[in-house]
Structure formats: C-alpha cells, structure tokens
C-alpha cells in the first residue's frame, strides 16, 4: 500500500509563484506514474499534471501548460509541482496521486478513475 502526502499549500498573491511537494511511502511507488490533480468546491477533480515513472513522458493540462512543471526525484520518493504566474483560478485544493506506469499516457492521466492511491491534499489559496 502506498501512502501519499501533500505539503507546501499556502495562501499566494496574484502573480505569484508556489511548489507543492508529494512524498511517497514504501519506497516501491518508483514503479507508479504520479500526478497532481486539483478540485475546488462543487467542481469536479481535474487532472492538473502527471510524470511518468523515468520522468520520460509528462502531461499538462492546457490550463497550467507554460505555467508548471511537475518532477520527481525517484531516490527520495517525491514529487514537486511547481505552478509559476498563478492566477485566482488556480486556488484549490491539490492532490497527489498514484497510479499503475501504463496511465501515464495522453488518453488516460487526466482520468481520477485510473489512480488508485491518493493523498489528502493541501490548500493552495491565490487572491
């Protein structure tokens, strides 16, 4: 079983810039593609980023694309997002999630059904 946490939500100007980490426990999720979904309040959760398990194939969603960069550092188990120019639409709640490597792929990552590993999220707040 793989155990996600989310850390570095924070209440960010306009503007501004943030990088949210997701640390993974066992060390077996090297194996998972991960990715960073978002969901704010009586909207559905969407796919904001994923990376696959060498780091070879990495999706964005349109509405980050240009503003982000997801990455992980398999040694530490750990995955950054990091959301540069941040706009108020961006504010959420974000999650990190875990999946089988065969979801990182265009047709699949923005799908929450295909991961089966979640953390509890971490407020990100933009004004």
């Known amino acids: 079983h793989v155990q996600l946490v989310e850390s570095g939500g924070d209440f960010v100007q306009d503007g501004g810039s943030l990088t949210l980490t997701c640390a993974a426990s066992?060390?077996?999720?090297?194996?998972?593609?991960m990715a960073w979904f978002r969901q704010t309040s009586g909207k559905e959760r969407e796919g904001v980023a994923a990376?696959?398990?060498?780091?070879?194939?990495?999706f964005y969603n349109p509405l980050v694309s240009g503003r982000a960069t997801i990455s992980r550092d398999n040694a530490k188990n750990t995955m950054n997002l990091t959301i540069a120019n941040l706009k108020p639409e961006d504010a959420a709640m974000y999650y990190c999630?875990?999946?089988?490597?065969?979801?990182?792929?265009?047709?699949?990552?923005?799908?929450?059904?295909?991961?089966?590993?979640w953390g509890q999220g971490t407020q990100v707040t933009v004004s």
């Open positions: 066992p060390s077996s999720n090297t194996d998972n593609c």
């Open positions: 999630a875990a999946g089988a490597p065969y979801v990182c792929a265009s047709t699949t990552w923005s799908h929450r059904g295909v991961y089966y590993y």
């Open positions: 990376i696959s398990p060498s780091s070879t194939l990495i």
